[in-house]
């Protein structure tokens, strides 16, 4: 069963900073795109970075300087160092892997993890 999990999530004081890590796990061969999204109370889901299997980034404007993406591709795992946060970063976010194919041949699209909280306040 294809899964993502999350982790790293918490409360930190503006400025502070927060790693998060998503794991994949489920027979996996591939994954060509992995990425964070985050979504705060009353509002839409945003991605907030992501990062294909050859290591190009893209990342939200808002983010720029502030967070890093990474992965390690033998492990199906993502990372997003956050740095300099703001009270405005408060929201769940949340890990995608989109075109996954597994050793098995299926293909999936648009995985989701769960999601983990990141609130930042004094």
């Known amino acids: 069963q294809l899964q993502l999990v999350e982790s790293g999530g918490g409360l930190v004081q503006p400025g502070g900073s927060l790693r998060l890590s998503c794991a994949a796990s489920?027979?996996?061969?591939?994954?060509?795109?992995m990425g964070w999204y985050r979504q705060a109370p009353g509002k839409q889901r945003e991605l907030v970075a992501a990062?294909?299997?050859?290591?190009?980034?893209n990342y939200a404007e808002s983010v720029k300087g502030r967070f890093t993406i990474s992965r390690d591709n033998a492990k199906n795992t993502v990372y997003l160092q956050m740095n300099s946060l703001k009270p405005e970063d408060t929201a769940g976010y949340y890990c995608?892997?989109?075109?996954?194919?597994?050793?098995?041949?299926?293909?999936?699209?648009?995985?989701w993890g769960q999601g983990t909280l990141v609130t930042v306040s004094s």
């Open positions: 995608n892997a989109d075109q996954v194919v597994t050793n098995y041949g299926n293909r999936y699209f648009e995985v």
């Open positions: 489920g027979s996996i061969f591939s994954i060509n795109v």
């Open positions: 990062i294909t299997s050859s290591g190009s980034t």
